[in-house]
């Protein structure tokens, strides 16, 4: 695919040539300097300048001055993962999308998307492969009378919300400030109220795609209905990649108001306050959401301390006499009169709860993660949970626990099919890259103590890789399978990384 010349065309051509050029700088990545195609074949000068000159974006090849820093910049982790893609394209339009893809076809090359790199597994970080990075694709498109918005995958989900904000809408986005809108909801998305409105996937109403053939293709609930179908909960195994996504918005609740327990003493007070939290799940409204965290840093000066304990509760409504009867649950906290730290029934702001998620999850940090959902009996839950909340490798490794049911099953329009009453996640963070080994093996090995008491888990935290467990139904994914062979039978996206079911 060849453009029309442009003015910057010679520049570029310059630029793109003395690049390829450079013959003296090894970058300390582990990577060959020399771009292969699928067969390991080098590719020459003309060949790369051909994709070069076919996007208006970026193009970095490995080997490039500039490689290591686009590679890095695709990864929110500090500990980047030792992979390393051949080329890493950043469209600026859909032609740039079509431009890669049939070059990663005509020459054997696997491709991986990335959205906005949150991901702590890194999945479309791989080696050998090209990485589409949709970061420079920042379109938001609102549709106020009807509550709908057009968007690029590589948007950050708290700015969405920031520009639906003068029309009082709010997109369910992760709680965390800094994941792109595509791969929350691809993965599913816990997000803001979904256990009243549902996952992310649900918001998704229609999907812009480049297939294996590099075509573009429009998916909805009316057409190309196996591809709207599986990008709802799919996840890294899509088989394309979506250039624009139509979500449904929400109006934004008017009372947001929040109650926290916190205890020093975490190890005084888990079982009695684990025990009532998981036996409340039945009894917290929609549009409550319900979490217990431990950490071991203290809270105002993040130094080092002993695991601590909080129950913390959302209401999310717009009466705040129901914000308050929901927020009541939370009297019945054992031990509350004895908590070191409380706030009960404050108002709060969605710009508030994004700060509370960044401070738990900051940029710079080295990070690995892992989860599940379960229904194991309260009696026979708590005790094999001390472990993992109780005994944290370092001060800001925090485990999470989440009030998700009274569960309602999944649309069936959606492979996004995994749920439990309860889910438990566990993250390591760490600094110094000398840990990374022991940091990144602590939440799969704790996770697989617990794997009999796993339903399954869900794709946005998961650790496959090292953790292959249940994150699909069986009919989900023998359909996911089927659907990927029919649309991708070249396997030309890469998939998984690791096993997505039970080996």
């Given at each position: 695919m060849t453009l029309p010349d442009r003015p910057d065309r010679g520049m570029k051509r310059r630029t793109a040539l003395k690049t390829l050029a450079g013959t003296g700088v090894a970058m300390a990545t582990g990577s060959l300097l020399v771009a292969c195609n699928g067969k390991g074949e080098p590719l020459s000068d003309s060949t790369k300048l051909a994709l070069n000159n076919a996007v208006q974006g970026k193009v970095y090849w490995r080997g490039d001055e500039a490689y290591e820093t686009a590679r890095g910049a695709t990864c929110y982790r500090a500990n980047k993962p030792k992979r390393f893609p051949q080329v890493i394209v950043q469209p600026t339009n859909d032609k740039d999308v079509i431009a890669a893809v049939k070059f990663a076809k005509e020459h054997g090359l696997k491709v991986t998307t990335r959205s906005g790199g949150h991901s702590w597994a890194s999945a479309h970080i791989r080696d050998d492969c090209l990485l589409i990075d949709m970061g420079r694709m920042q379109e938001v498109t609102i549709d106020e009378k009807a509550q709908t918005l057009w968007v690029n995958p590589g948007v950050i989900g708290s700015v969405i919300n920031q520009q639906l904000a003068p029309y009082d809408l709010i997109v369910p986005t992760a709680h965390h400030p800094s994941p792109g809108i595509g791969g929350f909801c691809m993965n599913g998305g816990f997000g803001w109220n979904s256990r009243l409105w549902g996952n992310g996937a649900r918001h998704v109403l229609a999907i812009d795609i480049v297939t294996a053939d590099g075509e573009?293709?429009?998916?909805?609930?009316?057409?190309?209905?196996?591809?709207?179908?599986?990008?709802?909960?799919?996840?890294?195994?899509?088989?394309?990649?979506?250039?624009?996504?139509?979500?449904?918005?929400?109006?934004?609740?008017?009372?947001?108001?929040?109650?926290?327990?916190?205890?020093?003493?975490?190890?005084?007070?888990?079982?009695?306050?684990?025990?009532?939290?998981?036996?409340?799940?039945?009894?917290?409204?929609?549009?409550?959401?319900?979490?217990?965290?431990?950490?071991?840093?203290?809270?105002?000066?993040?130094?080092?301390?002993?695991?601590?304990?909080?129950?913390?509760?959302?209401?999310?409504?717009?009466?705040?006499?129901?914000?308050?009867?929901?927020?009541?649950?939370?009297?019945?906290?054992?031990?509350?009169?004895k908590a070191d730290f409380k706030v009960e029934k404050a108002p709060t702001t969605l710009e508030d709860r994004y700060q509370s998620g960044f401070k738990a999850d900051p940029a710079g940090m080295r990070f690995a993660a892992d989860n599940m959902y379960t229904d194991t009996p309260t009696e026979k839950l708590v005790p094999r949970l001390r472990k993992v909340f109780l005994e944290q490798p370092t001060p800001h490794t925090h485990t999470f626990w989440f009030a998700w049911g009274p569960c309602k099953p999944f649309p069936k329009d959606m492979a996004l099919s995994m749920q439990g009453p309860i889910y438990v996640g566990t993250y390591t963070l760490w600094t110094d890259p000398a840990q990374d080994e022991l940091m990144e093996a602590w939440p799969p090995t704790r996770m697989k103590e617990l794997a009999d008491l796993s339903l399954g888990g869900q794709l946005n935290d998961e650790n496959m890789l090292h953790h292959p467990q249940r994150y699909f139904t069986d009919e989900a994914w023998a359909k996911y399978e089927a659907l990927k062979k029919r649309h991708d039978p070249e396997g030309r996206f890469e998939g998984f990384l690791g096993k997505p079911m039970p080996v």
């Open positions: 573009l293709i429009r998916a909805d609930p009316t057409q190309n209905t196996d591809f709207y179908w599986a990008a709802r909960g799919g996840g890294a195994g899509f088989f394309g990649v979506i250039t624009r996504m139509q979500l449904q918005a929400r109006p934004r609740p008017k009372v947001w108001k929040a109650t926290v327990y916190s205890f020093d003493d975490a190890a005084a007070v888990f079982d009695d306050v684990m025990t009532w939290a998981c036996n409340i799940v039945p009894r917290v409204p929609p549009h409550l959401e319900l979490v217990m965290t431990t950490t071991s840093n203290k809270r105002d000066t993040g130094e080092p301390c002993p695991p601590r304990i909080s129950i913390a509760a959302l209401a999310l409504t717009d009466d705040e006499a129901q914000a308050d009867e929901a927020l009541a649950l939370l009297d019945s906290v054992p031990h509350r009169d």
